[in-house]
């Protein structure tokens, strides 16, 4: 994770920070987002955004942390334009 970090390339940092979520690795999406990976965006991981996974994932501190991380909790799916709301009460 060092070289990633290291290299500083928020795309691939996104495709990690979509990993640790799914695996409910809060230490490592610290890392990752204090690293520069993208907090905020819906194109990299079947249209949802890092908050939308940990919403959907049930993982409460990693939803706190990236609301804390400017994560935007009214963001809407970049394909049904749902919000992270409407995405955890529908999935």
Given at each position: ?91
């Amino acid at each position: 994770m060092r070289d990633l970090l290291d290299e500083g390339d928020p795309i691939e940092m996104s495709d990690e920070l979509m990993d640790a979520i799914r695996a409910g690795d809060l230490t490592t999406v610290r890392v990752l987002v204090d690293g520069g990976a993208i907090v905020h965006d819906t194109r990299w991981y079947r249209w949802l955004s890092p908050l939308m996974v940990a919403c959907q994932a049930g993982f409460l501190e990693t939803v706190l942390f990236l609301i804390d991380k400017g994560a935007d909790p009214f963001e809407k799916n970049a394909v049904s334009a749902m919000s992270v709301t409407m995405h955890t009460l529908l999935f």
